[in-house]
């Protein structure tokens, strides 16, 4: 496989797309396309299929170049619906390949039936500063669906990752598996994302995204695999979907606002977790998070809220609602002192660090079993008053092994609490 392409594409078309919002696709509405019963749409919808631009499928030819020609025609196609239809029973290996709008018609569709595969890390020339194999940018109300998978083959990464480490090398970029950037009106569901050298699905200066029904898999020890990391992006919801890697199964990071998640089931993984946030003294924000009905099955943590010693900045109105904990190991935690061990004196005056300002958080009806006695961590830096206005109510954790004391820790947290179980004594009763 060497020789791989590495084809950024730069469509600088004409025409700007609308940011409305669309309802979520369903199967049915694919279906409706073909059959003729989905209205005016039918008459204007065009499908544009990689086979007819020389893709072979066979998952050992290189295909980027029959994906980035079948593109350039959806993205300039005049119809109201343009299709990218990858087909079924077949699976395309892919370069790093970059799919750029704006597009002429007001909404894309890419259909993915077939299979989606990286190179081995080898292959990619040893460019480890790779950001993203695959990337979809300025494209207003995109709309990626279908039952196929997307896989990132990232085990040859984490190795020479590894590799690398163990011969005193601390850094060891990865490219991330799916980069959404821009994308205005997006909604993504129904596919399967595994084994990513990095994170499987970022999503940046994106707003009104609807993220639903997909499945994220990779193994637990695999490094640095997040799920879904979201920044500098608004409206977002996260509906429906299971996600189990080797880090966070989400991450909302900073610039992020009106996030909505809801019937996620997590695990393995280190849980839902806003930030982290103000490495390197950088000012990061993030705000009006709701995580509900969501479960975590033998995760590292639960839900969880981390921001580094010297960061400026803010972590506000975030909630966590009707969630279960099996047997996770830190099921509820505010950690202010999130940092590199080797990177700050850990005999420095922790007064005189700014701080990640967090507050405004409530946790409601949380219950469920922990596999650590430390079942409640609120640990706040005292720098500007620690973390102010937590709630809780309906809290009860219980032990996974029967005979464990389960306890909370908190410093510095200011709040009250209705009902917690374990006891939390540093919010008021």
């Known amino acids: 496989m060497k020789g791989l392409l590495t084809i950024p594409v ?42 007819d631009y020389g893709a072979v499928g066979n998952g050992q030819t290189d295909d980027s170049l029959a994906f980035i020609k079948a593109w350039e025609h959806v993205c300039a196609a005049d119809g109201r619906l343009p299709t990218f239809y990858i087909p079924p029973g077949k699976t395309f290996l ?11 018609a007001s909404s894309v569709h890419v259909r993915l039936s077939g299979s ?44 020479a990752c590894a590799i690398k480490k163990q011969n005193g ?15 205005n009106g997006l909604k993504l569901s129904g596919l399967t994302h595994l084994n990513s050298a990095k994170n499987h699905i970022s999503l940046s200066g994106s707003n009104n995204v609807i993220i ?18 979201i920044s500098t992006s608004s409206n977002v ?7 189990g890697t080797g880090d966070d199964c989400i991450a909302i990071n900073s610039g992020s606002s009106w996030i909505s998640i809801t019937g996620v089931t997590c ?92 507050s405004d958080v409530t946790f409601f009806d949380l219950h469920g079993t922990s596999a650590n006695e430390v079942a409640i961590s609120l640990n706040c830096n005292e720098g500007s008053g620690g973390c102010s206005n937590i709630f809780m109510d309906g809290v009860r954790i219980t032990p996974a092994v029967p005979g464990m004391n389960l306890h909370a820790i908190c410093s510095n947290a200011h709040g009250k609490v209705t009902s917690a179980t374990p006891y939390v004594p540093c919010l008021s009763h």
């Open 10 to 51: 730069f469509l600088l078309l004409a025409s700007y797309c609308s940011c409305s919002r669309l309802e979520p696709w369903t199967e049915d509405n694919f279906d409706a396309l073909d059959s003729g019963s989905f209205g005016d749409r039918e008459a204007a919808t065009t499908k544009f299929n990689p086979m």
């Open 267 to 358: 695990g393995p993984g280190h849980g839902i977790s806003i930030g982290s946030l103000g490495e390197d003294g950088a000012y990061q924000t993030v705000e009006e998070v709701n995580v509900e009905n969501c479960s975590f099955r033998g995760t590292d943590n639960g839900v969880r809220i981390k921001t580094w010693r010297g960061g400026r900045g803010y972590a506000r109105k975030i909630s966590f609602k009707h969630i279960n904990f099996m047997n996770t190991k830190n099921p509820i935690v505010i950690n202010q002192f999130y940092f590199d061990k080797n990177s700050l004196d850990l005999q420095a005056d922790i007064k005189n660090y700014p701080e990640i300002k967090v």
């Open 116 to 159: 989606l595969i990286a190179p081995h890390g080898i292959s990619w020339g040893g460019n480890d500063g790779l950001e993203a194999w695959i990337r979809f940018e300025n494209i207003d109300n995109l709309i990626i669906d279908g039952e196929g998978k997307i896989d990132g083959q990232g085990q040859s990464w984490w190795t």
């Open 212 to 229: 639903s029904n997909i499945r994220i898999i990779a193994p637990e020890e695999s490094p640095n695999t997040d799920g879904i990391d």
């Open 169 to 183: 090398k601390s850094k060891c970029q990865k490219p991330t598996a799916f980069h959404i950037h821009g994308c």
């Open 237 to 243: 919801m996260i509906q429906n979907s299971f996600i």
């Open 94 to 104: 892919l370069g790093q390949v970059q799919f750029k709008g704006p597009c002429k």
